[in-house]
């Protein structure tokens, strides 16, 4: 009789195998008594897009704040690259929600920032961010104020202002949300050329499902706070490089949309009920 050598463990893949760069265990974020979230646990792989979708209010934001060192866990510790985050990080690029550019700099200024706090010398600051502008398809826009760009324009500022340093983690905080849709698909186009190019561990937080697809490697779910969990994690399995309008035709996109909005519904609509 021969005996049949089955290998019981699953075939990693790529991403399996990269170093986890961020990760989150057992994480609880209270405001007074209010838990907002409770027992978090996720990771992030070095090079990986995590996308995070779920109701309003169930803290999104507070787990990205607390990535970056913002708000500090009740319980639970976060780290980036092996190391537990204590206050503010360096490591991190954020793009926030809302425009966060000072309005007095201009866009060269306001790109320079993020070297600056680094210490990088100012020659080198210039040219640097010279060819991040350039890169993000703002050349010639140097010395505009951000009242004199559009809101796309700034946004661009922004991506370079978070990119420029080269940090280990990118935090993105509904950052298209405000633009049109032909912009946001543009922009959102503009940001996977860029990560493609080196990629980085990304965790974008979205209300929207179709993007959070159409981007992310992964799409984590959370449900409805209060003590707000994560329900369930997607991988998304659609080749790269993706243009955002066009995978959205795609049936596996739309068979992934499917499933995972299956998880995402109960919780939207539970974080209705608890309004009213
Ligand atoms: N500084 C604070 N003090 C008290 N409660 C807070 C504070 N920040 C957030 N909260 C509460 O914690 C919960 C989570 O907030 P958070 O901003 O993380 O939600 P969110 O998922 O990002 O929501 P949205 O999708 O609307 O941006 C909410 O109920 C909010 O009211
Ligand atoms: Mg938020």
């Not at 893949?13 to 986890?20: C, L, P």
């Not at 999104?60 to 204590?86: F, Q, Y």
Request: charged letters at 25%; a neutral charge.
């Amino acid at each position: 009789m021969s005996l049949a050598v089955v290998n019981p463990m699953p075939i990693p893949t790529g991403q399996q195998n990269a170093k986890s760069m961020v990760s989150i265990d057992a994480v609880t974020m209270s405001f007074g008594s209010y838990v907002a979230v409770q027992d978090v646990n996720l990771t992030v792989a070095d090079g990986e897009f995590l996308a995070i979708v779920g109701p309003t209010g169930c803290g999104k934001s507070t787990i990205l704040n607390a990535i970056a060192g913002l708000l500090k866990p009740a319980s639970g510790t976060v780290s980036i690259d092996g190391t537990p985050v204590k206050g503010v990080q360096n490591d991190i690029g954020y793009l926030f929600q809302q425009d966060a550019l000072l309005p007095w700099k201009t866009s060269i200024e306001n790109v320079e920032l993020g070297l600056m706090f680094r210490g990088v010398a100012a020659p080198e600051r210039l040219e640097r961010s010279m060819s991040w502008l350039a890169k993000v398809g703002l050349k010639g826009f140097e010395h505009r104020y951000p009242h004199q760009l559009s809101g796309g324009q700034r946004k661009r500022v922004q991506m370079a202002q978070a990119l420029i340093a080269g940090p280990k983690v990118i935090l993105m905080d509904e950052p298209f949300s405000a633009l049109d849709i032909h912009t946001r698909h543009l922009m959102q186009n503009e940001l996977l050329r860029l990560w493609q190019e080196e990629r980085r561990a990304v965790v974008m937080i979205t209300h929207d499902l179709e993007e959070a697809i159409a981007l992310g490697d992964r799409v984590a779910i959370l449900a409805a706070g209060p003590r707000s969990r994560v329900i369930e994690s997607f991988p998304v399995d659609l080749e790269r490089p993706r243009d955002v309008a066009e995978i959205k035709l795609d049936p596996r996109f739309m068979d992934l949309y499917r499933n995972i909005w299956a998880s995402l519904r109960g919780e939207v609509e539970k974080s209705y009920e608890r309004r009213d």
